[in-house]
Every structure is written in C-alpha cells, then in structure tokens.
C-alpha cells in the first residue's frame, strides 16, 4: 500500500536528541543546501538584489561566493547557538559546531579547494564571524551592512535588507527545529 503525502508527513518525527557529531553533519548538509540555493537562485523568499554569481569575470564571483559560504555558515552557527543556549553544555555546542566546520571544510576539499588554502580560509571565517557576532549584537541592520560590504566589495540597502531577511529565514526555523531537540554527548 503507497502511503500519501499526509501519511509520510506524520510519519516524520524530528530526532529528540543529537550528538554533536549529528548536529555538524546536520548543519553542514543545511549550509550547502542554502549555498547552492544561493547560487542556483533558487531561493525565491529572500533573493539578494545586486548580486551576480553567474557572470562576471573579474575574480568578484570566486570573492562572492567564498563570502555567501562564509555568511551561510554563520548565518547556521548563530541558528544552534541560539536554539542549545542554556540548555546544552558551552562544550558539547562548540563540539557540534566544530563538526559543522570540519565537514564543511572536508567538503570543500572533496571537490576541488586545494587543503594549503584552507588555513587562510579558516582565519577568514574566524575574522568574519566576530565581525557578524557584533554586528548582530548591535543590531539587523549592522548585520546586513557587515554582510554586504564582505560580498559586494560595498554596502547596497536592498542587499543589506535581503541579507537580514535570509539570516532570519535561516536562523529561527533552525533554532525552533533543535529548540525540540537534546544535544547529548557522543
């Protein structure tokens, strides 16, 4: 008997806990998920005005699209830091989130990035995300000009309102997903 839509739909039941292992594998798959939207254009809710990762010729796609996975992972590690927050041991999130990086990173190697750059690449990752934390901390709208200025070599307002728009859209669904689930150790 082929179940319908309705039946497979309440038959998925989110995991009730993770490990840290689960949880960087979870969200490396989601990072690339948004990545490839972001390329693709396929997300269509929060599309980035301004910003052409198809057709230029200038090194500007290599630096744009390095940013936009930059952001996409932040955007990911602010999600689960905001959804264990008080509920999972500092350690045990920092593990999830070193997992997340490490598969990202593997990834990144597995098709095509040479490993002797991924070290710059890291040390960019780490600049960036301590720029967006404060950002963030001060408010959307920082974020969104922070973000801009890294992918666009300048700050556009509707780039920076669309960037807002999809760190949100990224952000609170993941962190209401894990709000539901334990991190629990390896």
């Keep these: 008997m082929h179940g319908t839509l309705t039946d497979d739909a309440r038959e998925f039941r989110a995991p009730q806990t993770m490990t840290p292992d689960e949880l960087g594998d979870n969200l490396a798959?989601?990072?690339?998920?948004s990545f490839s939207d972001f390329l693709s254009r396929e997300d269509v809710e929060t599309p980035l005005p301004d910003v052409d990762t198809l057709d230029d010729d200038d090194g500007?796609?290599?630096r744009t699209a390095e940013e936009a996975l930059i952001f996409f992972m932040w955007a990911h590690t602010r999600g689960a830091q905001l959804a264990f927050l008080g509920r999972a041991p500092d350690e045990r999130i920092k593990e999830g989130l070193d997992a997340l990086h490490s598969a990202v990173f593997e990834d990144m190697v597995e098709n095509g990035t040479p490993e002797s750059q991924l070290?710059?690449?890291e040390q960019r990752v780490g600049a960036r995300y301590a720029e967006y934390h404060q950002a963030a901390a001060e408010s959307d709208d920082k974020l969104g000009a922070a973000v801009s200025r890294h992918m666009l070599g300048q700050?556009?307002?509707?780039t920076s309102e669309a960037i807002r728009e999809r760190a949100v859209a990224v952000a609170n669904p993941l962190r209401d997903f894990l709000e539901e689930v334990e991190l629990v150790g390896s």
């Design 29 to 33: 798959r989601l990072v690339w998920e």
């Design 60 to 62: 500007t796609v290599l």
């Design 119 to 121: 070290p710059l690449f």
């Design 155 to 158: 700050v556009r307002e509707s």
